[in-house]
């Protein structure tokens, strides 16, 4: 499953005439009206399950079905999506009338030159959450704002309009954080505190699986262990202590979430699907999905 790029984005999806074109001016960076750009594409198909290679902040007003990682959500009225590159999405209109506005960006946009944040270190784009946030009228017409700001400075001649275009979508970040809490993180006090640490941003590093001719390069606790310069052992008693879950069982978990996502959103065969997660045969891959999900790699594709 190859991620959508902000190019292919474009071509493929937005009209050459479109008045909201890639601006030559801000290759990294684009606002759109979900009303608008669906008008213009009317005959072209709806969006695909898939990952992006941007990321992308959705204003969303009307009726829709959220698809995010191997979870789902209804919209009924509003809602603030923020969707990052690592896990493959879509939304679908369930009827009624659409609104709204997005802008896609790159990693690049909002961290120039060493300065600025880095999306993934968000609360709300962390492994496991889920930020498909509802928002009510109010919150909508003030999020609203911020996207018709993005809309006219993006046809101005403003010199440094990507500098206040950044900032608009700082104020999103701003929204997000507000509307989806976070308790503080813990300041890291020990070495078992920082060992877990270390262990959850090797474990993430190793997704999404983008090739399958490329499997894991890691897949056991002793792998892990290595790359972290310590016994298997002390990495297992050091995640029990700070997890409550052995080493095995939070690889597992990681492993059985990309599993679910492949074998329902990409075109790869079972055979394949195991040797991407790192199973020597597909046996082995089946035996381990039916444990943890009681039904067959096939049976929960179909």
């Known amino acids: 499953m190859k991620a959508f790029s902000l190019d292919a984005f474009y071509e493929q999806v937005m009209p050459p005439s479109s008045a909201s ?22 005959d072209k198909p709806p969006m695909t399950y898939n990952r992006r290679a941007y990321y992308k902040v959705s204003l969303i007003e009307g009726r829709n079905r959220v698809e995010y990682a191997d979870k789902v959500i209804d919209v009924e009225d509003r809602a603030l999506l923020f969707a990052t590159p690592k896990v493959p999405y879509r939304y679908t209109q369930q009827g009624g009338t659409q609104a709204g506005h997005f802008c896609i960006f790159t990693h690049e946009f909002l961290f120039q030159n060493g300065r600025g944040i880095t999306p993934d270190s968000l609360p709300f784009l962390q492994p496991g959450a889920f930020p498909v946030l509802q928002v009510s009228a109010e919150e909508a017409a003030e999020v609203r704002a911020i996207f018709e700001k993005m809309h006219r400075e993006q046809g101005s001649d403003y010199a440094y309009k990507e500098d206040l275009l950044r900032n608009h979508v700082m104020e999103l970040v701003h929204w997000g954080q507000k509307l989806h809490p976070v308790a503080a993180t813990p300041v890291v006090h020990s070495a078992a505190d920082r060992v877990t640490t270390l262990f959850h941003e090797l474990l993430d590093r190793q997704f999404p699986i983008e090739d399958r001719h490329q499997p894991l390069a890691l897949r056991t606790p002793a792998e892990y262990a290595a790359r972290l310069a310590i016994q298997v052992n002390h990495l297992n008693k050091v995640l029990n ?16 979430q ?5 074998l329902k959103r990409s075109d790869w065969n079972i055979s394949e699907i195991a040797h991407a997660l790192g199973f020597q045969e597909v046996s082995h891959f089946s035996n381990f999905f039916k444990k943890h999900t009681s039904v067959s790699p096939s049976a929960y594709r179909a």
């Open 21 to 42: 074109a890639n601006d030559a001016d801000l290759p990294q960076f684009q606002v759109y009206s979900a009303a608008e750009l669906a008008a213009a594409k009317q």
């Open 241 to 256: 202590e700070t997890t409550g879950r052995s080493t095995s069982e939070l690889i597992s978990a990681r492993v059985l």
């Open 258 to 262: 990309e599993a679910r996502i492949l």
